[in-house]
């Protein structure tokens, strides 16, 4: 078993930032890939980001690209999301997700352990 944590979500401007912060217990934390997805009202849960095991390879969908930016410590066992360049658009609830498979990693079936999620909202 595997308990995720996130923090770090709130109100902001667009334009603005907001890091994530995603602690794990329960599992060896550096044997784990690590997602974030988000879902915003109405719509189906997307993915975000994604990084391996060892942190070297990092997946994003291409509307925040260039804006954000997924990290991890394996010491501390927390993956980050960095947001910047903050859009209204980016309004959702982001979830942290971690998964001991490396097949169909942007896919949300591919994660086994999830967060409760943190609310980010944007405003225009």
């Known amino acids: 078993q595997v308990q995720l944590v996130e923090s770090g979500g709130g109100l902001v401007q667009a334009g603005g930032s907001l890091r994530l912060s995603c602690v794990a217990s329960g599992r060896t934390f550096s044997n784990l890939r690590m997602g974030w997805f988000r879902q915003a009202p109405g719509k189906e849960r997307e993915f975000v980001a994604t990084?391996?095991?060892?942190?070297?390879?990092?997946i994003y969908v291409e509307s925040v690209k260039g804006r954000f930016a997924i990290s991890r410590d394996n010491a501390k066992n927390t993956v980050y999301l960095q947001m910047n360049s903050l859009k209204h658009e980016d309004t959702a609830v982001y979830y942290c997700?971690?998964?001991?498979?490396?097949?169909?990693?942007?896919?949300?079936?591919?994660?086994?352990?999830w967060g409760q999620g943190t609310q980010v909202t944007v405003s225009s």
């Open positions: 990084i391996s095991s060892s942190g070297r390879s990092t």
């Open positions: 997700a971690a998964s001991p498979s490396s097949y169909d990693v942007t896919q949300a079936k591919t994660y086994t352990y």
